[in-house]
């Protein structure tokens, strides 16, 4: 059962476009929700992160937008950049015990053309 | 400061071998996870360690996996009897809980184990 669900599979944007990625999620129990962004040979990074009592968080380029009726969110990267060209994956969990374990969706690939 | 380290960054090993991976988390943290990075299941959750507690090991995907975490540091991930579909990059990650930085966890460069 795929708890958290991603699309697109991939997606190609012109410089200094806006890149958007849903994540839809099943489990209610889900109170922590981040994005992570991973080049290629390297570990996941974590890029943002919300909890459900907000509807919104914005880190310079980067806003997650959270629906909780829906049970969806969004990564929104403003003014993309090549640089920005990366495999995007959204997560969630549930506090278990001050620890928790991440499911993830199945990932973005973001390609920014110059 | 120092993130998250993993050894060795690639394992090359014969269908049926024993591999051990291992993990270093950033100190303090209380927290570590072990992950499993493949083409056909993305991300998936394996084993967690949390403080003295006992492990959550209700992501390992068979008896052959097992792991470890001495001290409350460094972690060992084991596969016995490798087999070709436990090629993947196993990934660990660790956190801490600590004011606005609590839960956040933090990834490794990953093992890359092929099978052969």
């Known amino acids: 059962q795929q708890q958290v669900k991603q699309s697109p599979q991939s997606l190609i944007v012109q410089k200094g476009g806006i890149s958007i990625i849903n994540c839809a999620y099943e489990?209610?129990?889900?109170?922590?929700f981040p994005w992570y962004q991973q080049f290629p040979g390297k570990g996941p990074a974590l890029l943002i992160a919300?909890?459900?009592?907000?509807s919104e968080k914005k880190e310079g380029r980067f806003t997650i937008s959270f629906n909780k009726s829906a049970k969806q969110f969004s990564l929104h990267i403003m003014d993309s950049q090549p640089g920005d060209s990366a495999t995007y994956f959204c997560?969630?969990?549930?506090?278990?015990?001050?620890?928790?374990?991440?499911?993830f969706g199945q990932g973005t690939r973001l390609t920014i053309n110059p | 400061g120092a993130g998250v380290s993993q050894s060795p960054s690639n394992k090359v090993t014969e269908k049926g071998k024993d591999v051990e991976l291992r993990c270093d988390p950033i100190?303090?943290?209380?927290?570590l996870y072990w992950y499993r990075q493949s083409l056909g299941q993305g991300l998936e959750f394996l084993i967690y360690?949390?403080?003295?507690?006992?492990?959550?090991k209700s992501g390992l995907p068979s008896d052959r996996f097992s792991a470890e975490r001495t001290g409350g540091s460094v972690s060992t991930l084991t596969i016995q009897r490798t087999q070709q579909e436990d090629s993947a990059v196993y990934l660990c990650?660790?956190?801490?809980?600590?004011?606005?930085?609590?839960?956040?966890?933090?990834f490794g460069p990953g093992t890359r184990l092929t099978v052969t």
């Open positions: 489990n209610t129990a889900f109170d922590y």
């Open positions: 919300i909890r459900p009592d907000v």
């Open positions: 100190s303090g943290h209380t927290a």
């Open positions: 997560a969630a969990s549930s506090t278990i015990q001050g620890a928790q374990k991440l499911v």
């Open positions: 990650a660790s956190s801490r809980q600590s004011g606005g930085l609590r839960y956040e966890q933090y």
């Open positions: 360690f949390q403080g003295n507690s006992a492990p959550d």
